[in-house]
Each structure stands twice: as structure tokens, then as C-alpha cells.
């Protein structure tokens, strides 16, 4: 588990260093949101059109993306029937909510789990699809629609053209699915800015924890103990049950669940911050989960690796 331990440290060490910028004040009031504002708009959308364009066809579908999916619309319809139902809470936070219960952290605690702990970084290739080319783009128009105050046809179905987001993952899938060969001339200034994403996120999640402690009264513990726990209990335990129903075993069922108990993304922290909705709920489950989920982990390694 090796490479559990090496992704969640490099994260650890970005996001402490984002803390120390945040406590030390270096980037003055407002660097949180130019930060997140960088990401959200250049940055994601260079990484998600590079990391989807070279993707392999084959492995993106796959029984692997089916039982990523029901795993991933399962958590997030659970987390969604209760804090709309029973709680009566507005879309906005309940799309935030939802995305942290099944939005998982494939990129940069995902790769390094693919190559360190499943030995072929492609098994997060399909995860990485679902969430940015479909659950992405279904939370990022509520999010929009729903904090706007402006609800119509053609607003809704001019959200594909603009979002950077959607525009960066939907080019990346068109060109690994057609199979055009990118000059690297093109290739490299997409991949030099879309490198600093990562980074950025971290340093940004970092700089917004100082002078907060998080699960504090009145920041909605319920919804963030409602999504820590989906994420972590329900999801793998749902990849599990489909991924066996499917005829998965051995390593694509290990694998399949490993990537089922990663931690909440980063990125749903940086939407959150980007709508200006659920912020709390977003940084408390991300650290929550980030942490909690070592053990969870360990535990699926110890009963499922082979």
C-alpha cells in the first residue's frame, strides 16, 4: 500500500503549504477566490482535455465505467433524497452535497493509487470520463441554473458551450475517440498550463483552512457527516455489489473499488467556491474524507487483493 501512503503525502504536503501561504497572508484578501477563479476557468479545462485525449478508447468503455457509474449516481441520489426530502435543503447545496458523496478524488490521489497500489494507471481512465464528461457537466448546469435566478430551455442547453470544463473534457474525448495525433507544438502548451491545476486546487483548499476547524455547530454537520459516510461506507460497498453482479473479479473487481473508496475530489471544493454555494459542506467532506479514507483502503486491500 505503498502507493497509497506516497499519492495521500504528496497532497498532504501541497495542501499544508497552501495553509502556511493562507496563515502567513502573502497573497492579501481575496487569493482564495483569484486562485479558484484561475482553475475553475484555464487551468482544469487544459488538464481535462489533455489527460481525456490520450486516454485509451478500449479501457474508457468498459464493465469497469458501468459499475463506476451506478456506484457514483447511487451515493449521489442517496445524498440528494435526503437533503432534499427530509431536510429541505435549496438545489445548490444539495448538488454540492450530492458531488461529495460520489465525485472521487481520480486524478491526483486517483493516478497515483492506479500506478503504486492497481499497477496500471488506465484504471482511472474510465472514472475520469464519467465524472467530467457526465457528472460534471449534470451538477455544474444545476449549479449554474440554480444561482442565477434565470431558468430556461436555452440557457440549459447553452451550458455545454459555456462551461470551460465541459468544452475541455468534450474536446480531450473527441480527439481520443476519433484517434488524431496532436503535433506536440500543440499538445505541450496545454499540458505546461494545465500541470499547474493540481497544484493550484491544493494550494487553494489549503489557504481556505486556516481559521476554520472543520464539523464546527452550525456549518450543516449533518450533511457533512451524511456525505463523509456515503463516500466512504456506501460507494465502495455499491461498486462491490455491481462490480460482482457484472461478472468482475479478481484484479477489475479490486480495482473497481479501490477507485470507489478514494476521497472526495478537489474539485468539488473548487466548484462550491466558484458558485459561492456550499462552501463549508465541500472543504469539511474533502478533508474528512481525505483522511478517512487510509483506513478505508487498507481494509478493501485486505480483503480483496490478490
Given amino acids: ?19 502556511a501561504v493562507g496563515r ?4 492579501g484578501p481575496g487569493a482564495g477566490r483569484v486562485l479558484s477563479r484561475l482553475a475553475f476557468f484555464v487551468l482544469s479545462p487544459c488538464l481535462l482535455f489533455t489527460v ?11 464493465s469497469l465505467l458501468l459499475t463506476s457509474a451506478v456506484a457514483a449516481f447511487v451515493t449521489a441520489l442517496l445524498f440528494a433524497g435526503v437533503a432534499l426530502l427530509v431536510w429541505r435543503r435549496s438545489l445548490p447545496e444539495v448538488v454540492v452535497g450530492s458531488l ?7 486524478n491526483n490521489i486517483g493516478l497515483p493509487v492506479a500506478v503504486y497500489v492497481l499497477g496500471d494507471p488506465a484504471y482511472s481512465a474510465p472514472v475520469i470520463l464519467l465524472q467530467l464528461v457526465v457528472l460534471a457537466p449534470i451538477a455544474l448546469t444545476l449549479l449554474d441554473i440554480s444561482t442565477s435566478g434565470h431558468v430556461s430551455l436555452g440557457r440549459i442547453l447553452q451550458q455545454p458551450v459555456r462551461n ?18 496532436l503535433p506536440d507544438p500543440v499538445l505541450q502548451p496545454f499540458e505546461l498550463i494545465g500541470a499547474a491545476a493540481v497544484p493550484v486546487v491544493l494550494l487553494g483548499f489549503g489557504m481556505s483552512l486556516h481559521g476554520q476547524r472543520p464539523f464546527q455547530p452550525g456549518t450543516g454537520r449533518r450533511d457533512i457527516a451524511l456525505a463523509t459516510g456515503l463516500k ?20 477489475h473487481l479490486y480495482a473497481v473499488v479501490v477507485l470507489a473508496a478514494l476521497p472526495s475530489a478537489q474539485n468539488v471544493f473548487n466548484y462550491a467556491q466558484r458558485y459561492d454555494r456550499g462552501v463549508v459542506v465541500a472543504r469539511d467532506t474533502v478533508l474528512l474524507t481525505t483522511v478517512g479514507s487510509i483506513p478505508v483502503l487498507l481494509l478493501v486491500s485486505l480483503l480483496l487483493r490478490r
Avoid at 24 to 27: H, K, Q, V
Avoid at 164 to 181: D, E, R
Wanted: glycine share 16%; charged share 5%; no cysteine.
Fill in 164 to 181: 470551460p470544463l465541459i468544452i475541455g473534457s468534450l474536446l480531450g474525448l473527441v480527439v481520443a475517440v476519433t484517434g488524431i495525433q
Fill in 100 to 106: 461529495a458523496s460520489g465525485y472521487v478524488n481520480a
Fill in 232 to 251: 466512504l461506507v456506501v460507494m465502495p460497498a455499491v461498486a462491490a455489489l455491481v462490480g460482482a453482479l457484472l461478472g468482475l473479479e479478481g484484479a
Fill in 1 to 19: 500500500m505503498s502507493g497509497v501512503l506516497i499519492g495521500f503525502g504528496i497532497i498532504g504536503a501541497i495542501v499544508a503549504a497552501g495553509y
Fill in 24 to 27: 502567513a497572508d502573502l497573497l
Fill in 52 to 62: 481525456l485525449a490520450r486516454a485509451d478508447v478500449h479501457a474508457l468503455f468498459s
